[in-house]
């Protein structure tokens, strides 16, 4: 799973996420969509804000049911600790 975002001639591209297994995919995009509005409303630069939306979509993955139940300073440990 990865994004890539053109903006004004600029190029951004999320890190690249794999897993082998998957709990459930419901409630990804709802977890990517409050990762961008997160990142918006915090004024986060524009790679900063992708990494985070992708991030939190990405760990959606391995929670069962619609509901996310990370905290944004779990999204943040994350993206800093996978690679």
């Given at each position: 799973?990865?994004?890539?975002f ?5 190029f951004y ?9 998957i709990t459930?995919?419901s ?10 509005i ?7 630069p ?5 990494n ?6 990405f760990?959606?993955l391995?929670i ?5 139940n990370?905290t ?8 800093q600790?996978y690679?």
């Amino acid at each position: 799973m990865f994004l890539n975002f053109v903006d004004n001639n600029n190029f951004y591209s999320s890190a690249t996420y794999s897993s082998d297994t998957i709990t459930g995919k419901s409630g990804c995009i709802d977890s990517f969509m409050a990762g961008l509005i997160y990142g918006i409303y915090n004024h986060l630069p524009f790679q900063q804000l992708i990494n985070f939306a992708a991030g939190a979509a990405f760990q959606k993955l391995f929670i069962k049911g619609e509901a996310m139940n990370k905290t944004v300073d779990e999204i943040k440990s994350f993206l800093q600790h996978y690679h």
